[in-house]
């Protein structure tokens, strides 16, 4: 069975980092196009970053741009994204999405099939 796991959110103190992966299990993720997506209380659901199946295009969201930086390791069959500088503002679940694709990603809830169940970021002093 196809399975996004997203890991690594946790309670940081503003300006501290954390790295989130998306592990993906029972398939291989060298055919799909990775997105990163968050949610805040109360609010929508909102494109962070993704990355193309190759590595080779990536796309940010202009409020972490700067700050984010997505990676894949497909040895690893693992997606990254490096959160640096973060903000109160970035509290929020944190989910992976996948889509067999091998042009540039996008960064559209819609477009994507497989979905984790997401991991909770919360930033606060």
């Known amino acids: 069975q196809l399975q996004l796991v997203e890991s690594g959110g946790g309670l940081v103190q503003p300006g501290g980092s954390l790295r989130l992966s998306c592990a993906a299990s029972g398939f291989t993720l060298n055919p799909y196009a990775i997105g990163w997506f968050r949610q805040a209380p109360g609010k929508g659901r909102e494109g962070v970053s993704c990355i193309s199946n190759s590595g080779g295009t990536t796309n940010y969201a202009d409020s972490v741009k700067g700050r984010f930086t997505i990676s894949r390791d497909n040895a690893k069959n693992t997606v990254y994204l490096q959160m640096n500088s973060l903000k109160p503002e970035d509290t929020a679940v944190y989910y992976c999405?996948?889509?067999?694709?091998?042009?540039?990603?996008?960064?559209?809830?819609?477009?994507?099939?497989?979905w984790g169940q997401g991991t909770q970021v919360t930033v606060s002093s």
């Open positions: 999405a996948a889509k067999v694709f091998s042009g540039p990603c996008r960064p559209t809830m819609v477009w994507y099939d497989y």
